[in-house]
T-cell receptor, first 111, second 117 residues
Framework: GAGVSQSPSNKVTEKGKDVELRCDPI?????LYWYRQSLGQGLEFLIY????????KSGLPSDRFSAERTGGSVSTLTIQRTQQEDSAVYLC?????????FGPGTRLTVL | AQTVTQSQPEMSVQEAETVTLSCTYD???????LFWYKQPPSRQMILVIR??????QNATENRFSVNFQKAAKSFSLKISDSQLGDAAMYFC??????????????FGKGTKLTVNP
């Protein structure tokens, strides 16, 4: 079956602009996660959804970051007023419980 | 808070040989999962193997096996008969399994594995 998909694959934006990153989880997976991967910080957890609710948002680095999930499926991570330190690969994963399965990521570059 | 440590930033192995990647973790929980993920240059994180803490038997997936030492909080990955396609970054990860625990993965910094022909 289809794996986790993310779009866009790459995004280049100017400092101060808003960006939206999309994640389509594996069908039937109730849990969805966002992580950020950067050279300096490694792999960091951002937020976790169970269905449409987010029981753990502890990893969101600032109030410029938000995420939502609709219909227990697609999730969007929004970064407002992007800064250069937001440049990273944003990874999405989904899970039926236990192991998490990752998408290919979105590479965000903020100029 | 849980932490995961991979003490080997880089490792290399000859094709067809065996290599072991180290991982230690720190937790006060008794119920958890441990994982090894592989990330080739394509960026896609691929699940290699998983271990439930309550299981004493070490997990095995084809050429990949783990040595899980719960008391020592050690979780090493052994790759047998190494192949050129095994070259990648390998990440060790921890996840709580108990009720009310966070479901997030906590990752180590990774080990870059090079396979020499």
């Amino acid at each position: 079956g289809a794996g986790v998909s993310q779009s866009p694959s790459n995004k280049v934006t100017e400092k101060g602009k808003d960006v939206e990153l999309r994640c389509d989880p594996i069908s039937g997976h109730t849990a969805l996660y966002w992580y950020r991967q950067s050279l300096g910080q490694g792999l960091e957890f951002l937020i976790y959804f169970q269905g449409n609710s987010a029981p753990d948002k502890s990893g969101l680095p600032s109030d410029r970051f938000s995420a939502e999930r609709t219909g227990g499926s697609v999730s969007t991570l929004t970064i407002q007023r992007t800064q250069q330190e937001d440049s990273a690969v944003y990874l999405c994963a989904s899970s039926p419980g236990g192991a998490q399965y990752f998408g290919p990521g979105t590479r965000l570059t903020v100029l | 808070a849980q932490t995961v440590t991979q003490s080997q930033p880089e490792m290399s192995v000859q094709e067809a040989e065996t290599v072991t990647l180290s991982c230690t973790y720190d937790t006060s929980e008794s119920d958890y999962y441990l994982f090894w993920y592989k990330q080739p240059p394509s960026r896609q994180m691929i699940l290699v193997i998983r271990q439930e803490a309550y299981k004493q038997q070490n997990a095995t997936e084809n050429r990949f096996s783990v040595n899980f030492q719960k008391a020592a909080k050690s979780f090493s990955l052994k790759i047998s008969d190494s192949q050129l396609g095994d070259a990648a970054m390998y990440f060790c990860a921890y996840r709580s399994a108990g009720e009310g625990g966070s479901e997030k993965l906590v990752f180590g910094k990774g080990t870059k594995l090079t396979v020499n022909p």
